[in-house]
């Protein structure tokens, strides 16, 4: 599963067009507002911060990397290594809603986006490690299934 740049598999997280729409809805909504009671460059400086704050918490939100590459399973900010991960499945909509939520376990780690309705749980075979699995949302859940699974046997082979 080659994405063109030699991982297996890699993907970010972003926030979708139409929530940029709605950012930026919001901030003219704003500067509209404004305008009628202050003078044209105040409202038009708060405007100016208000997009930069707007645009930046967004960038930030949607930064959030899946990555299968060199032997380990990175989710945002989180790594662990091939030997210690059990099998992967891409779960629907209605799966990814139940294992997020009256099916959850309270020590699972979880990168979710609401604006992803699918993912795939990973499970944790590290004895060590009190984590049942990992529950990650992505566009594409078989193919980070796919992915996790060719780790996995690589790291069992090795």
Do not use: C, F
């Amino acid at each position: 599963m080659e994405n063109g740049v030699g991982l297996p598999y890699a993907e970010r997280l972003t926030v979708p067009l139409r929530w940029w729409v709605q950012g930026t809805m919001l901030v003219a909504s704003l500067w509209l507002a404004l305008v009628v009671a202050l003078p044209g460059p105040v409202a038009w400086a708060i405007s100016a911060v208000a997009m930069a704050l707007m645009v930046g918490l967004l960038a930030a939100y949607g930064s959030a990397r899946v990555v299968v590459a060199d032997g380990h399973l990175r989710a945002g900010r989180a790594r662990i290594g091939a030997e210690h991960l059990g099998a992967a499945t891409a779960l629907d909509a209605d799966a990814t809603r139940r294992t997020a939520g009256v099916d959850a376990d309270a020590r699972a780690h979880l990168l979710l986006r609401p604006y992803l309705k699918r993912a795939v749980r990973v499970e944790i075979t590290d004895p060590a490690d009190p984590t049942p699995y990992w529950l990650l949302s992505t566009r594409h859940p078989d193919r980070l299934a796919g992915a996790v699974a060719t780790l996995t046997r690589s790291g069992a082979a090795g």
